[in-house]
Every structure is written in structure tokens, then in C-alpha cells.
């Protein structure tokens, strides 16, 4: 009893810090009445630059472990953190006024949204299987409530018990997987489970451990549904048009970063021997989803459901790089996930700037003639699809090439042709989008209005995918830096 | 047989027999309190591995508290349960079958790997073990995190039952406890100065 040691709290400091502050910003929302509820949106912002700020001043140079082996600081965490942090108020900004439109500007959005930045931030720092398990749960959990939270809209309540309950299933099965493996290995510790497949794992004529295999694929099976790869990908295209924009845009972004580190922590850190064994699985599961996601979304005529296609196939490309299985090809997964939750945020913006109370622009045609209507954000649009698509010189080219590029370094030459043949694929349907705005004639002819701050941050986010484009050299060594 | 094993394997018995009944039953209220038995069983099941707490807490919470909401729950919701049951036939075969299969296979990699033989013996505790002060030690230390996360969870979850079911209606009537103390007497109260009658005779 006396060994036990007392954990480094401040290790914990952007947790604890979140956590109060939420529960300030549930307590403040109560004495507010509906024209002051602006003020717990500001207080979520402030509290999403405060968890910045305290993770910047934090990042150190060692990686630390705490809580007896169940929570991990390091710097491919504080990188995930800080950037969970700005698209969540990336994503709070858009939603203001859209939700405020709707009579559906309330306290709970931001609560539930700050508490499943938590739950993100617990994943990303977690180094146990209980803890990954519990921060899954939470972010699940605020995401399920938050697709619901729209209660009059049968869409969105359809969409809510289809996530729910395929949520659960996933669950399960990553428990199921989790519990093989501590039967296993004795531990849930990832760095102790890690060592023991290294010294147990395979035996001497190379056979794997068949219960570690066993787990194994439980656990795939469990991240594949979080993640939205095919053949577990039914519940993305439903929950994505089911739910409302914002809530949308939310669980189309941040939360793809942590499950980044989910996979890096689980696969990479913990069963890194049995790579053999993963690699495979990821392998079908990647080019099922370059192909199935980049196909249907053709079939597409509302853009939400056009736009989850693409997130499937973008979580084949993110696969990609995690089943090269070297240090290049996880940096070229990370910079990967970062690109594509800074694009799909943009993506969604666009639709939430061109929707007006009483009217949603998810509709393809909705795009039709934009640069009639406003030339600048017609550009942003073009910007954020070129690099959706891969097309030089925005973002997304240097991303795609990368992981590419690692793929091929580890001679899986058809894997890079067949993920380059459905990119090729996909650009059909990005570039439509481009040619609907420049080329038609303009059906809805009502003026573009937004708040000066979203057009700021949207401007931004499109010029962003250029300029990230033409210098992408700073966030790609940090990817490296971290990863190594 | 010991003792000890024959129970094991009649409240084993009892509980896959509960567990079917959950699920087949054509009464709800019958499958739910086939669930209690269920929960029963495997609190009896902890108990035969010296895991005492764990089975009480099991029986007071789930038995106690939530079966018994459950079972509130299916009475008031007057559910349909042949629309629920539409298809069952139709999709019984193809789910037998992969049930069927998917417990062979996970079967024998379990029984393979985890068979009595394999796995070491129970450590049986004197008389003088608990492990109510066990579980506490550990839970307030080495899980202190994990602890922690799952008091949040819960948090949410209480967030996230209100937020969904709590309705503002306009026109609903209440009382305001504090105005109701601050009334004055002149409030409620009409003072009328008027003219006695006069017998009538």
C-alpha cells in the first residue's frame, strides 16, 4: 500500500483547466436568458484559448508518464490538442449565427461541445486501454446527445438512434478486443502490453500469439466504426445529412484527430509487433474505403452526404500512412488528419454561410452560379475542393503526396497506384462543385450575409489551403518532430 | 463434483436460460424481469469468486434501481411488440448462422487459451480479507484518472438527459413559493365599508 505514488497533477493541467471551465460555462448558462446566451459562447471561446495557451506553455521537450501508467504527455499529444482546440472554435464561430437563426442557440451545444473536447483530449493523452476506452465514451457520448439536440427535426432524431446504437455496437467490439488482450497480456498499460508482445508476442518459429491476434481484430473492427471505414461505414452518410449543420461540422472534424491518435496509440504504440498482423487488416479496410467512398459520393445530390463519402475516402488515405508502419508514414498520416479537419471544416462553413434562416444550402445546386453572387467565397470554395481533390498547389496535393509517398517507400506500389486511380475518381465529383459555381447560371439569387469575425476565420480557412499549399514545409517538420 | 462447482454451474445454468428468455419472451415486462434473473444469477456467480461487493453493488443498483425503472418504463410505454417483432422469422436462419459460427470460432480460441489448465488457480482469501477495502484502495489511487473520467461521464450524461427531454411549455401553470411568502395582507384582502342592514322584523 505504501508504493503508491502520487500522481503529477500538472501534467493534467489542460484537462483540469477544460473541465472546470465547462462546468462554469453549464452554470453560467443557467442565470442567462436568451438574449444574453451570447456570453456562454464567448466563455467557451475563452476557454478553448485558455486550454491553448496552458498545453503551448506546458509543451516540454521528455514525454511523461502519470497516473500510474494511465495518462501520457507528450508531444504528438500537446500538436493533436492545440489544433482540437482551434477547430472546436473554428466550429463554434460558424454555428453561432446559424443556430442563433434557428431559435437553437443554446447553452447545451457549447457545454456538450466542450466536454467532448475533453473526452478528445483524454484519448489523445491516454496510455491505458480503460483510459482510451473512458474518453471514447465521453466524446461518444456528447456527440449522440448533440446529433439529437435538434428535437423537432425527426431527421436529426433518426440520425441520433442509428449513431447511438451503432456507436454502441463499436464499443463493444473495441471492449470485447480490449478485454482479449488483457486476458493476453495481464496489463492494461499500453507501454506493458507493448513489452510483452514484444518478449511473448510471436513464438520462436514465428507464430503470433493466437489470442493477441484474436483481440486484435476486435479492436480493428471497434476503430474502423469509429473511424467510418468501409465496410463499417453505413452510420456516416445518415448522420452526417441527419444532423444539423454545426453538429455536423463538429463530428466531421476534430474528433477524426483523436481517433489519429487512438490508432497511433493502440496499434502503433501498444501491438507494434504485431504489425504483420494489422497491416493487413488496414490494408483491406483502406482501399475498400478509397473505393467505395470515392464512388458513391459521385451518386450524391445533397452535399453533406456527397461531402461524408469524401470522409470515407479520406480515412483510407489516413490509413494509408499508418499501414506503411514507419515513422514517415505516421507523420504523413498526421499531417494528413491535420489537412483534411482544417479542409472539412472549411467545407462545412461554406454551407452554413450560404444557409439563411429558413433555408439550408445542402443541395448541390445550391452552389450553382456562386461567383455571380459573391467571387470571393466562390475562390474560398475552390480553394478548399482543389485541395479536397488533391489538386497542386493547395494543401491537399502535398498531403496526398506524402502519404503516397510513403506507401510507396515500403514497395506497396498497387496500393499507391489504386489510392492515386480513386483520387482520380474523386476529383470528378470536387470539380463539379467548381464547375457549378463558375459555369451555371445562378438559381437563388439572395445576397451572402455573415458576421465579420466568419468572414474573417472563413477567408482564412480558404487561404489557408494555399498557403499551407505553397509553404507546407513548418507544420510537416513538426509532424516529423513529433512522431520521431 | 465439489460443491462449489455444482453451483457454479447451476447458477450458470440459470443464467443462459435467463439470458434466453430476455430475448424471446413475447411480454416485455417478462423479459425485463427475465433480466433481473439474470442479474441475480451472475451476482451469485461474483460471490463464488470472493468478489462479495461487486455482487451487492450489482444486485442494489441494477436489480434494485435500475431493473425497476426499466420495468416503469415498459409499463408506461405501452409498447407494440409485434410491430417490433415483424421480421424476426425472416431473419432468424441468416442470424442463427452466424451466430452459430462466430461462437465456434471465438470458442475455440477461448477454451484453447483460457482453459483450466491454463489459467492459475483461484488464491482463496481468509476469513479476515476484504475486498470492499480492496477495490477502494486502488480505485482512489491507481484509477484516480479513470475515477475521475467516469464521474464526467456520468455528468454528461445528466446534461444530456435534460437537455433532450426538458420542454419549455408557455402556458404551463406553477407557483412562485417566494411571491407566495411576500404577499401582504392587503394583497389578497378588500376591506368593504358598508351600512349594517337593518333587522328586518
Known sequence: MNDFELPNFALALPEMFLLGMTCLVLIVDLFLNEKNRVFTYLLAQLTLLGAVVITYYQAGIVSEISFTGSFIRDEMGDILKIFIYIITAVVFLYSRDYLRDRQQFKGEFYALGLFGVLGMMIMVSAHSFLTIYLGLELLSLSLYTMVALNRDSEASAEAAMKYFVLGAIASGMLLYGMSMIYGATGSLDIAEIGSYINENGISEDGKINIVLSFGLVFIVVGLAFKLGAVPFHMWVPDIYEGAQTPVTLYLGAAPKLAAFAMIMRILVEGMQPLVADWQMMLTALAVLSLAVGNIIAIAQTNMKRMLAYSTISHVGFLLLGIIAGNEDGYSASMFYVLIYALTSIGAFGMIILLSRSGFEADKLEDFKGLNERSRWYAFMMLLIMFSMAGVPPTVGFFAKLWVIKAVLDVDMAWLAISAVLFSVIGAYYYIRIIKLMYFDKAVDKAPIKAAVDMQFVISTNGLLMLVLGLFPGALVAVCQSVIN | ?201
Do not use: C
Not at chain 2, 436462419?93 to 462466430?102: D, F
Not at chain 2, 470460432?105 to 484453447?112: D, K, P, R, S, Y
Open chain 2, 1 to 201: 463434483m465439489t460443491f462449489e462447482k455444482f453451483m457454479f454451474y447451476l447458477f450458470a445454468g440459470i443464467l443462459i436460460l435467463a439470458a434466453l428468455r430476455v430475448i424471446t419472451a413475447r411480454n416485455p415486462v417478462h423479459s425485463a424481469l427475465s433480466l433481473v434473473l439474470v442479474f441475480f444469477s451472475s451476482a451469485a456467480l461474483w460471490i463464488l469468486l470472493e468478489a462479495e461487493f461487486l455482487a451487492i453493488t450489482l444486485v442494489l443498483v441494477y436489480v434494485g434501481a435500475v431493473m425497476v425503472l426499466f420495468l416503469f418504463v415498459v409499463m408506461m410505454l405501452n409498447i407494440n411488440v409485434d410491430s417490433m417483432r415483424e421480421g424476426f422469422i425472416k431473419y432468424l436462419p441468416i442470424g442463427v448462422a452466424v451466430a452459430v459460427i462466430s461462437a465456434i470460432e471465438m470458442g475455440l480460441v477461448i477454451v484453447a487459451n483460457f482453459g483450466p489448465d491454463k489459467v492459475p488457480a483461484l488464491v482463496r482469501h481468509g476469513v479476515e480479507y476484504k475486498n470492499t477495502e480492496s477495490i477502494g484502495r486502488v480505485l482512489y489511487t491507481d484509477y484516480l484518472l479513470s475515477f475521475e473520467i467516469a464521474a464526467v461521464l456520468l455528468l454528461v450524461g445528466i446534461v444530456a438527459a435534460i437537455a433532450l427531454s426538458m420542454r419549455k411549455r408557455p402556458n404551463t401553470k406553477f407557483q412562485n413559493p417566494s411571491e407566495q411568502v411576500l404577499v401582504k395582507k392587503a394583497d389578497r384582502l378588500r376591506i368593504v365599508k358598508m351600512k349594517t342592514e337593518d333587522r328586518q322584523s
